[in-house]
């Protein structure tokens, strides 16, 4: 009974540091999501990168000062919803939870998207000097 009670415990600490742990959107996790093409369970064998080749004009759809985005099929309200706007139109998927983890994930390499393009511009002003 106690061992039970010792490996319920346990399981319970690791499921809350683990959930603690993913809780934040990671970059190279959303990497790998944007080339499945089995994402949102999708068998079409598109995946993000098939139209937007390392995130090639995403650049600016990290948007905190947007109000909208155009996706696949028209204008969304939010990068999620652009996302999954994608997701259904582009893949043929099933939109995926915008609160998930692999929500937070892409959001994270399309954010992350933004910072590179703004140190490769820094760079081309240097060589151009
Ligand atoms: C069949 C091609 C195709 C696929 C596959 C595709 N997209 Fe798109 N995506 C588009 C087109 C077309 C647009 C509209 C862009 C435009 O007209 O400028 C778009 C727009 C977007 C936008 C909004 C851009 C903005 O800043 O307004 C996001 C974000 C995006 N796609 C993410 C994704 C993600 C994530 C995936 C994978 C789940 C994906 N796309 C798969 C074609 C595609």
Redesign the pocket.
């Known amino acids: 009974m106690k061992l039970l009670k010792i490996i319920l415990l346990s399981a319970i600490v690791i499921s809350l540091l683990s959930s603690s742990v993913f809780a934040a959107g990671d970059a190279g996790r959303g990497k790998i ?2 080339n499945d093409p089995k ?2 369970g999708s068998s079409f064998g ?7 080749p390392g995130g090639k ?2 650049e ?2 990290d ?1 905190y000062d ?1 109000k ?5 099929s028209g204008e ?1 309200k939010s ?1 999620e919803d ?6 259904v ?3 043929k ?1 099933q939109a995926i939870d915008p609160g998930s983890q692999k929500m937070k994930d ?1 959001v994270a390499y ?1 954010k992350s998207l933004d910072k590179k393009s703004k140190k490769n511009a820094a760079k081309k002003k240097k060589t151009n000097k």
Do not use: P, Q, V
Not at 46 to 52: R, Y
Not at 68 to 72: Q, V, Y
Not at 82 to 87: D, G, L, Q, R, V
């Open positions: 999501l944007f994402l949102g598109m995946n993000c990168n098939t139209c937007h004009g995403l600016k759809s948007g947007r909208n985005w155009r996706s696949c969304m990068l652009a996302i999954n706007n994608c997701i139109i582009a893949n998927g892409l399309i």
